[in-house]
């Protein structure tokens, strides 16, 4: 895919940001609900007042943070500190809805325990598949030199708190999915097939490459609920970075749409939407989201700025 030069590098790092954040927000408070009703999302989006965001956010923007930081260092990730950093932004706001496996990771590597010991002990050994990794990893694509590299990059990321072959793995696709949405075109067709060999190349696995299959079918008119019975819609990671990445494919040009198709795929709406908002925001720019989105989003000059840095 060729970059677009009507989209410069700074708002696409915006829409990033923003989009994942206002994606989190929104599909916050359908978190958890099977199906989620046209009508009330429409409501909910119209409700005045700050548009909170939760923990997805809030690990989004200490990654992002540690990339700003490091950029145009030799490493652009330091495993130890970023864990340690992930680990205090829990308890600096431990409210804001984290998965109750991250909570205890995030506590002992409070007490000073190492990262690699209690993210392999977590879930009796067999470490986390859950979506945390993904959720918050969208930025290696604003620091990658290319696909390998983001997929190297988020693997690298998700590894300090996900163990599990399948919470890593969740994390590269979507690492992949933001790099390649970064550095496409808006206005021009995604080509599915290439984006699924480019991921093959990127060393996606079999099994998450069959979703994309599943994904070829999808059209325009293909219904949110459809697609969650057939790709899943829950917290794990192989149920919902899939559907995330359904979302942004089947609408790559209108924001707002891929952001409310996420939520109302039901299920675990807040990290659906997150992750299927950085696409479309890292794709079309932050301008291309509801001004009134965005003006009520919680810390919208935080992300703004944070982005700048890393544009
Ligand atoms: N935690 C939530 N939502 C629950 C309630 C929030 C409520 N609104 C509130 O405000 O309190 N959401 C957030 O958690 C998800 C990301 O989770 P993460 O970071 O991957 O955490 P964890 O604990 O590692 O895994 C989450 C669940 O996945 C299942 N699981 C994972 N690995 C497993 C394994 N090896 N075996 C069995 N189950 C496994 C467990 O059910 C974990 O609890 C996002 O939705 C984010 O928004
Ligand atoms: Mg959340
Ligand atoms: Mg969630």
């Known amino acids: 895919m060729s970059s677009d030069v009507a989209v410069d590098s700074r708002e696409r790092a915006r829409g990033l940001l923003l989009g994942a954040a206002v994606g989190d927000a929104l599909g916050a408070p359908f978190e958890g609900a099977v199906r989620v009703d046209e009508r009330l999302l429409a409501s909910a989006e ?30 652009a990730l330091d495993p130890d500190a970023l864990a340690r950093e992930f680990a205090d932004a829990w308890a600096a706001e431990p409210w804001r809805g984290y998965g109750s496996a991250a909570q ?31 959720m918050r990893v969208a930025p290696v694509a604003l620091v990658a030199d290319d696909l390998a590299d983001a997929a190297r990059l988020a693997r690298r990321s998700a590894v300090l708190t996900h163990a599990h ?17 970064l550095h496409s075109s808006p206005g ?7 984006i699924r060999e480019e991921l ?12 994309l299959d599943i994904i070829a079918e999808f059209d325009p008119e293909t219904e949110p609920e459809r697609a969650a019975q057939l790709l899943g819609h829950g917290v794990a990671a192989l149920e ?13 040009d209108s924001p707002a749409e891929v952001i409310r198709w996420a939520i109302r795929a039901g299920g675990d709406t807040d990290t659906i939407a997150c992750m299927a908002g950085a ?10 989201f509801p001004d009134s989105w965005i003006q009520r989003l919680e810390h919208a000059d935080l992300l703004t700025e944070c982005a700048d840095r890393l544009a």
Not at 240 to 252: G, Q, Y
């Open 104 to 134: 205890e990771i995030f506590r002992l590597i409070c007490t000073g325990m190492d990262w690699r010991t209690v993210a392999s002990a977590s879930f009796g050994g067999q470490g986390s598949f859950g979506n945390g990794a993904a």
């Open 200 to 211: 093959r190349g990127a060393g996606i696995e079999e099994h998450w490459l069959a979703k």
């Open 240 to 252: 919902s970075v899939p559907t995330a990445l359904a979302a942004f494919l089947i609408n790559p």
């Open 279 to 288: 696409l479309a925001g890292a794709r079309n720019g932050a301008d291309a």
């Open 188 to 194: 021009e067709p995604l080509d599915r097939a290439a």
């Open 46 to 75: 119209n409700v005045t007042g700050q548009l909170s965001y939760t923990d997805d956010t809030a690990l989004t923007l200490v990654l992002a943070e540690h990339l700003a930081e490091r950029r145009g260092g030799e490493d």
């Open 165 to 181: 072959a399948d919470g890593e793995a969740g994390a590269a696709l979507q690492g992949c999915a933001a790099y390649l949405a």
